[in-house]
């Protein structure tokens, strides 16, 4: 099997743990200062830049499959990073996608990040994949226009599976300096609820997917924690042996806070993951943020993810 890693940062250097020596990796990176790092992790460089086409042509038939975990420009309302990634990989020969090794319905050949941020605005509704997409902001607009053009791709005959992941977090990634600088959060009553997924969880998902996802199918990629903002704030602290946040109004806590962190405290939901638990069989390592920030559990493994090929 041949893999392109498109976006190799965290999540897509956990999922090449997983294949090394197992596969041929491949990862695309426009800095050539990561090459090293990549090597290291059994992951050969491809030099290319998703902003500039011309330099994406050695993509065609490079992969069986493709891991596409690149985020979109952080302006306008489109995102031509994933345009001229299909336009690269729709060059390639279909006789090279992901086929089932038994002859039956073919995998994903591509498996795509996005943002629950698609579904905007849900009022602390329980969300499930079935729920239309109503992004309210040029962030989310921008994952909404990908995952468009990336099903429209699937549906020309190639596999796609994507995953809408929300906020992101691991030993290493959390809001520690938010926390450490006592800035405010939201009083319980007013506050929206969020959803989190451990960076190995997501790794461990992009693989369930990829291996036992329907085809053109859309996962929310969420563990159980289901929390408030103003909790998830006192988590960390808990963790980082810190004084928890004080809590303010919402209209107190919205004005003093960046443009880019308003989106997330003027947006509720509750991602139900029952589909990737059912069709995929998928367990969450880190049920809870709770038990994902307690010490690093030593290695990877797919566990539940699925068994992968020789």
Same mark, same amino acid.
């Given at each position: 099997?041949?893999?392109?890693?498109?976006?190799?940062?965290?999540?897509?250097?956990? &999922?090449?743990?997983?294949?090394?020596?197992?596969?041929?990796?491949?990862?695309?990176?426009?800095?050539?200062? #990561?090459?090293?790092?990549?090597?290291?992790?059994?992951?050969?460089?491809? *030099?290319?830049?998703?902003?500039?086409?011309?330099?994406?042509?050695?993509?065609?038939?490079?992969?069986?499959?493709?891991?596409?975990?690149?985020?979109?420009?952080?302006?306008?309302?489109?995102?031509?990073?994933?345009?001229?990634?299909?336009?690269?990989?729709?060059?390639?020969?279909?006789?090279?996608?992901?086929?089932?090794?038994?002859?039956?319905? *073919?995998?994903?050949?591509?498996?795509?990040?996005?943002?629950?941020?698609?579904?905007?605005?849900?009022?602390?509704?329980?969300?499930?994949?079935?729920?239309?997409?109503?992004?309210?902001?040029?962030?989310?607009?921008?994952?909404?226009?990908?995952?468009?053009?990336?099903?429209?791709?699937?549906?020309?005959?190639?596999?796609?599976?994507?995953? #809408?992941?929300?906020?992101?977090?691991?030993?290493?990634?959390?809001?520690?300096?938010?926390?450490?600088?006592?800035?405010?959060?939201?009083?319980?009553?007013?506050?929206?609820?969020?959803?989190?997924?451990?960076?190995?969880?997501?790794?461990?998902?992009?693989?369930?997917?990829?291996?036992?996802?329907?085809?053109?199918?859309?996962?929310?990629?969420?563990?159980?924690?289901?929390?408030?903002?103003?909790?998830?704030?006192? &988590?960390?602290?808990?963790?980082?042996?810190?004084?928890?946040?004080?809590?303010?109004?919402?209209?107190?806590?919205?004005?003093?806070?960046?443009?880019?962190?308003?989106?997330?405290?003027?947006?509720?939901?509750?991602?139900?993951?029952?589909?990737?638990?059912?069709?995929?069989?998928?367990?969450? #390592?880190?049920?809870?943020?709770?038990?994902?920030?307690?010490? &690093?559990?030593?290695?990877?493994?797919?566990?539940?993810?699925?068994?992968? *090929?020789?």
């Amino acid at each position: 099997m041949r893999i392109l890693i498109v976006g190799c940062g965290d999540v897509g250097l956990r &999922v090449a743990r997983v294949f090394s020596g197992r596969a041929r990796l491949y990862g695309l990176s426009h800095s050539p200062e #990561r090459f090293a790092e990549l090597r290291a992790a059994g992951v050969t460089p491809i *030099p290319g830049n998703l902003d500039d086409r011309a330099s994406l042509k050695r993509l065609a038939g490079l992969a069986d499959v493709i891991l596409h975990f690149a985020p979109p420009p952080g302006e306008g309302e489109r995102d031509p990073r994933t345009r001229n990634l299909l336009a690269a990989l729709s060059r390639r020969s279909s006789s090279r996608l992901l086929s089932s090794r038994s002859g039956g319905t *073919p995998h994903p050949s591509l498996v795509y990040i996005s943002t629950s941020g698609v579904y905007g605005d849900c009022a602390g509704a329980v969300v499930a994949e079935t729920r239309p997409a109503r992004p309210n902001n040029t962030r989310a607009r921008r994952r909404a226009d990908a995952e468009a053009r990336l099903r429209a791709w699937g549906r020309r005959g190639n596999r796609v599976g994507i995953l #809408r992941a929300p906020g992101i977090y691991a030993q290493d990634r959390m809001p520690a300096e938010r926390v450490r600088k006592g800035l405010p959060a939201i009083v319980a009553g007013d506050d929206v609820h969020t959803n989190h997924i451990h960076a190995e969880d997501l790794a461990r998902l992009a693989l369930a997917v990829l291996f036992r996802g329907g085809p053109n199918r859309v996962y929310n990629a969420v563990d159980d924690s289901g929390l408030k903002m103003g909790d998830w704030f006192d &988590v960390v602290a808990d963790h980082l042996g810190l004084p928890r946040p004080p809590r303010l109004s919402r209209a107190e806590v919205i004005a003093a806070v960046t443009p880019a962190m308003r989106t997330f405290l003027t947006e509720s939901r509750r991602l139900s993951n029952s589909r990737a638990k059912r069709e995929l069989g998928f367990r969450l #390592r880190y049920p809870t943020v709770r038990e994902g920030l307690k010490p &690093v559990q030593q290695g990877f493994s797919p566990g539940s993810a699925g068994r992968i *090929p020789s």
